[in-house]
């Protein structure tokens, strides 16, 4: 039985020395093209905000969120890491207040859910995080076409 994946994410080219190459090495670079690779649907991150605010705020740390989430994609790590991580980058872009226009007090638009599901990934050490541009203009695209902008 071969236990190969059916999608192999292709491998991130070695970076230079200098400034960027010494801050990511080629590890943490393929693994950053891994979770980039997976499929994350706006319903896998609906479904995931809504277990996590089930859990009592005090307890709702990072190693929390994993464990409330693992069951609901049948504890795939890489999904896993890719749904926290994108929740994560959603979390800082919503805080930034550069899309408020789709935030209110306990809602969030779901054309927000669906820009952290399709923009990329990208990473400072162990943070996750979206280029707020890219995002914003994601956003503005996307709800405009549904009549919301």
Known sequence: MDSTP?????????????????????ATANLIARVNAVCVTADDLLLAAA???KLPLETCNGEARLRCIAPLFNWQS??????????????????SGKIQ????????????FLAAAKEP?????QKSF??????????????AVDGHA
Do not use: H
């Open 6 to 26: 059916v999608v192999q994410p292709p491998a991130v080219p070695a970076l230079a020395d200098g400034p960027v190459g010494s801050a990511i090495d080629q």
């Open 101 to 112: 226009r789709w935030v209110l007090p306990n809602t969030i638009c779901e054309v927000v």
């Open 121 to 125: 990934l990208l990473f400072t050490k």
């Open 130 to 143: 979206f280029d707020p541009e890219s995002f914003v203009a994601f956003v503005l695209e996307n709800a």
């Open 78 to 95: 890489y999904k896993i890491m890719a749904v926290n991580a994108r929740l994560e980058a959603m979390g800082a872009i919503v805080r």
């Open 51 to 53: 277990e996590i605010q």
